[in-house]
């Protein structure tokens, strides 16, 4: 029987499209079936039941997590819900949380230097065989950042994904259960270019002229995908079928 991945895209914002997950599986497991339900949760929507879901996948968006909208309070009771349920809550209790990132924004395509741990794990747990590099270029933009007071205050198994010189914490993982990434890799730089002329129409013009400049630059997105991919088909050995996977893009709601 060919596997399946059963995915409830949670769009918060802009439409992701899931060709880029598509195309990984092509690649990397060409009998995989990939099932893609989406919702929009700013509009309250959300799946009747989780019985056919393997992954949830939270978008990116315009609005903050730090905002106050109603539609913004309910997914992270949401997220939180769903997680707690089969294990234990996400990480608010272990002082982390997201706001306003000093340094302003962080724009175009960085750099991000994976961390040693989360790299051997997930090639690890993976369902094929990839190796992991270094670092991944990823196209970014948000003003957001997480705020973790030390590395371990994670409680066991969860680690961070890797970091820029801008941002320190650049996704945060726990195997086979939790992929959050700060950056974009569902957005290519005409995607990205456009969303920034709109954000950077009262900005200085050169602020939005050197925006522009660094997200006009190549990326790692097909391989983001697949790194993606591969947390999906992780296998954590649980028994229980409604043990879900979340995999959130942009600011996390993690606080």
């Not at 947390?231 to 079928?241: C, N, R, V």
Request: contains cysteine; proline residues 5%.
């Amino acid at each position: 029987m060919s596997p399946s991945l059963r995915i409830a895209m949670f769009n918060t914002d802009t439409l992701v499209p899931t060709d880029l997950l598509v195309a990984a599986a092509s690649r990397c497991v060409p009998d995989l079936t990939i099932e893609c339900t989406e919702y929009d949760i700013q509009k309250f929507e959300y799946p009747p039941s989780l019985v056919d879901v393997d992954v949830i996948l939270v978008t990116g968006s315009a609005s903050s997590s730090c905002d106050a909208d109603e539609w913004i309070r309910r997914l992270d009771d949401y997220v939180r819900d769903v997680y707690k349920n089969h294990r234990h809550s996400l990480l608010r209790e272990y002082g982390v949380c997201v706001e306003k990132d000093p340094k302003g924004y962080e724009l175009g395509v960085k750099e991000i230097r994976l961390h040693g741990g989360f790299r051997k794990t997930l090639a690890n747990g993976s369902a094929f065989s990839r190796e992991i590099p270094d670092s991944l270029r990823v196209q970014m933009i948000h003003a957001d950042h997480v705020v973790i007071p030390n590395p371990e205050a994670l409680p066991q198994n969860w680690m961070l994904v890797g970091a820029t010189d801008h941002c320190a914490v650049q996704g945060i993982y726990e195997p086979a259960r939790i992929f959050m990434l700060q950056g974009h890799f569902e957005f290519n730089r005409f995607v990205n270019m456009g969303i920034l002329k709109v954000f950077g129409l009262k900005w200085d013009p050169q602020m939005l002229q050197d925006g522009l400049d660094a997200v006009d630059a190549d990326d790692d997105a097909e391989f983001a995908a697949e790194l993606v991919l591969q947390f999906m088909l992780e296998k954590d050995g649980a028994e229980d079928a409604t043990h879900r996977k979340v995999t959130g893009l942009l600011s996390p709601p993690l606080g």
